[in-house]
């Protein structure tokens, strides 16, 4: 399985800004699905953003569609959260999870990160 690395997060105020990114290793990046997932305490974790193997097709969580920007470099096996206008709410460990079946979906990965934190303070 690809291996799954998030680094970017830490502590924000309201209405600024974070990027996320999440390093893959061990297998072929371009194959896979990718998606950004967050759990905040108490809660279940829930879908964020997800894109296709080659970048062009992309999917939101309601919740955050028009304030963050998924997207990928397969040359450097990365793949990134833009995350700006952040609330209270987007307070999360966020995760990236990576899949090689099919195409850009909302839930069934096989690989997952380790997380990083994201804190927005009011």
């Known amino acids: 399985q690809v291996q799954l690395a998030e680094s970017g997060g830490g502590l924000v105020q309201a209405g600024g800004s974070l990027r996320l990114s999440c390093a893959a290793s061990?297998?072929?990046?371009?194959?896979?699905?990718m998606g950004w997932f967050r759990q905040a305490p108490g809660k279940e974790r829930e879908f964020v953003a997800t894109?296709?193997?080659?970048?062009?097709?992309?999917d939101y969580a309601d919740s955050v569609k028009g304030r963050f920007t998924i997207s990928r470099d397969n040359a450097k096996n990365t793949v990134y959260l833009q995350m700006n206008s952040l609330k209270p709410e987007d307070t999360a460990v966020y995760y990236c999870?990576?899949?090689?079946?099919?195409?850009?979906?909302?839930?069934?990965?096989?690989?997952w990160g380790q997380g990083t934190q994201v804190t927005v303070s009011s």
């Open positions: 999870a990576a899949d090689a079946r099919g195409y850009a979906r909302r839930d069934d990965y096989a690989s």
């Open positions: 894109i296709n193997r080659s970048g062009g097709s992309t």
């Open positions: 061990g297998h072929t990046f371009s194959m896979y699905v």
